[in-house]
């Protein structure tokens, strides 16, 4: 009887367990390149899921610590300028890029989102991200965000996002506005679930005037390392007008020329 009741307990505090985790409205992970070294750059590697249960994300902001020069890595040699029209529309045609120079990236990632149907049927859509630097609107630096599907469905999407500036730890945030598409009123509704970036990603490619090739450096971590690591965090707006929030903290990478 006590080995019994002792599996029943351990399977009531699984289920427990797994219930608190399946709760979470929002979650946030990151990292740093394998081999990255303080005082030098890297890649930074981020990843948000959204509760599918909860109503569609309208806004996202992710906050990083002011320690880590995401402004000054030299990411984004020029802006990209879109119309207006684009981040009202959503649902856009053309290029991957919409035109834009590929030397306006900063990041590339990969997004899933439901597609629900007025049906009530819902149907998960994979896609490609691109994060592009945008022009400077009242003295913040923008942000495009470009969303290509891979399957089923394969729409391109534009959002408009900003840096925004931080206090406290944090140096700024990266914010991304989700609003709702007006071609599919009506029809269906888009609700994000998941979105993983690669900042400084080492498939970016820029070109000189010259028309040579480089890779930019990536984002630069300071010498010496935050008291309790590097704290990060992400907020979530919701189209009912709820909040939710995630916090995560990346250990300290060792020091250049450590063993």
Same mark, same amino acid.
């Given at each position: 009887?006590?080995?019994?009741?002792?599996?029943?307990?351990?399977?009531?505090?699984?289920?427990? *367990? !797994?219930?608190? #985790? /399946?709760?979470?409205?929002?979650? +946030?992970?990151? %990292?740093?390149?394998? =081999?990255?070294?303080?005082?030098?750059?890297?890649?930074?590697?981020?990843?948000?899921?959204?509760?599918?249960?909860?109503?569609?994300?309208?806004?996202?902001?992710?906050?990083?610590?002011?320690?880590?020069?995401?402004?000054?890595?030299?990411?984004?040699?020029?802006? *990209? !300028?879109?119309? #207006? /029209?684009?981040?009202?529309?959503? +649902?856009?045609? %053309?290029?991957?890029? =919409?035109?834009?120079?590929?030397?306006?990236?900063?990041?590339?990632?990969?997004?899933?989102?439901?597609?629900?149907?007025?049906?009530?049927?819902?149907?998960?859509?994979?896609?490609?991200?691109?994060?592009?630097?945008?022009?400077?609107?009242?003295?913040?630096?923008?942000?495009?965000?470009?969303?290509?599907?891979?399957?089923?469905?394969?729409?391109?999407?534009?959002?408009? =996002?900003?840096?925004?500036?931080?206090?406290?730890?944090?140096?700024?945030?990266?914010?991304?506005?989700?609003?709702?598409?007006?071609?599919?009123?009506?029809?269906?509704?888009?609700?994000?679930?998941?979105?993983?970036?690669?900042?400084?990603?080492?498939?970016?490619?820029?070109?000189?005037?010259?028309?040579?090739?480089?890779?930019?450096?990536?984002?630069?971590?300071?010498?010496?390392?935050?008291?309790?690591?590097?704290?990060?965090?992400?907020?979530?707006?919701?189209?009912?007008?709820?909040?939710?929030?995630?916090?995560?903290?990346?250990?300290?990478?060792?020091?250049?020329?450590?063993?």
């Amino acid at each position: 009887m006590p080995y019994a009741r002792a599996i029943v307990v351990a399977l009531a505090a699984i289920a427990s *367990c !797994s219930a608190t #985790a /399946a709760a979470r409205p929002v979650e +946030l992970t990151a %990292g740093f390149a394998r =081999g990255a070294t303080l005082g030098a750059a890297t890649v930074l590697h981020a990843e948000l899921r959204v509760d599918p249960r909860r109503a569609p994300a309208t806004e996202v902001r992710v906050y990083y610590p002011a320690s880590v020069g995401l402004l000054s890595s030299g990411l984004g040699l020029v802006a *990209c !300028s879109r119309p #207006a /029209a684009d981040f009202a529309t959503v +649902l856009i045609t %053309g290029s991957r890029l =919409g035109g834009c120079s590929p030397n306006a990236v900063i990041a590339y990632g990969t997004a899933r989102a439901n597609v629900l149907l007025s049906d009530g049927q819902v149907i998960p859509e994979y896609a490609t991200v691109t994060l592009l630097l945008g022009e400077v609107v009242n003295g913040r630096i923008g942000l495009v965000v470009f969303v290509d599907g891979v399957r089923p469905f394969g729409a391109k999407l534009a959002y408009a =996002g900003e840096l925004r500036r931080a206090s406290g730890s944090f140096g700024g945030a990266l914010v991304a506005r989700l609003p709702a598409i007006p071609a599919l009123a009506g029809t269906a509704t888009v609700a994000l679930t998941n979105m993983r970036l690669a900042i400084g990603s080492r498939a970016i490619v820029y070109r000189t005037r010259g028309g040579e090739r480089y890779r930019p450096e990536g984002v630069a971590l300071p010498s010496r390392c935050p008291s309790g690591g590097f704290r990060f965090r992400a907020e979530v707006g919701f189209a009912d007008g709820g909040q939710a929030a995630a916090e995560t903290v990346v250990r300290c990478p060792p020091a250049a020329g450590s063993p």
